[in-house]
């Protein structure tokens, strides 16, 4: 089956402590995104990854850093930086640079205390 | 800014239909599409519209209105697991041609 697989679904840590997300995809897709989504809120562009070894800040990258060392997996580190860190991750991709249909994976909910 | 307003609730019951609006301000706008989630999930792309008109997809339908920069987002036959929250996105030509989500609509489908 094709898709985009998130892990964990659920991470707790302490405040202070940096954390990785783990996104990867096997949908032979180019361009992968990070987005935030809080409560009752759309969702924000983190960063964005057109090709292999590329990536560009998105509206909120303050605190956040990513990699895309292989075509398949696109990591997602929230730093210590990032002052409010609690929120619902979702990665997605696509088959070319910002399509309009982006296919999301099932989210990692991060509570930091 | 660029910015898209939809409404935040909306409660139909079964069988009926509802209509989820979308206003939008965005420069270099060249299209909206419409994303469902489920709470809790992941949002799926329902249907996306570059031309003024109506894109029919089975129960769903789509509609743009580019000189209103107007659209909705029509369902017919409502289910129960129609109930959901559902985004309106819009592409532009600025900034790499990223997606500019709405807020979302949360649709209570009663029986």
Redesign the interface.
């Known amino acids: 089956d094709g898709g985009?697989t998130q892990s964990p679904k659920y991470l707790f840590r302490k405040e202070g402590q940096n954390v990785t997300l783990s996104c990867e995809q096997n949908l032979n897709h180019d361009a992968m995104y990070w987005y935030r989504q809080d409560p009752?809120?759309?969702?924000?562009?983190i960063y964005?990854s057109?090709i292999v070894n590329d990536f560009?800040k998105?509206d909120i990258a303050e605190g956040y850093s990513v990699s895309r060392e292989k075509k398949e997996s696109f990591p997602l580190t929230v730093t210590s930086a990032q002052k409010n860190p609690t929120a619902?991750y979702?990665c997605a991709s696509s088959g070319q640079?910002?399509s309009?249909?982006?296919?999301?994976?099932?989210?990692t909910?991060l509570t930091v205390t | 800014g660029q910015s898209l307003e939809q409404p935040s609730e909306v409660t139909a019951v079964e069988g009926a239909i509802v209509q989820i609006n979308c206003t939008y301000q965005t420069s270099g706008f060249y299209g909206l599409s419409w994303y469902q989630q489920h709470d809790g999930g992941a949002p799926t792309f329902l249907s996306y519209n570059a031309l003024d008109g109506l894109e029919e997809t089975g129960r769903f339908s789509s509609f743009l209105s580019r000189s209103d920069s107007y659209g909705y987002l029509l369902l017919q036959e409502l289910q129960m697991k129609d109930s959901a929250s559902y985004f309106c996105a819009a592409s532009t030509y600025n900034q790499g041609g990223k997606l500019i989500f709405g807020q979302g609509t949360e649709l209570s489908v009663k029986p």
């Open positions: 985009i009752g809120q759309g969702l924000r562009l964005y057109q560009q998105g619902f979702l640079a910002f309009y249909e982006q296919y999301f994976g099932p989210g909910r």
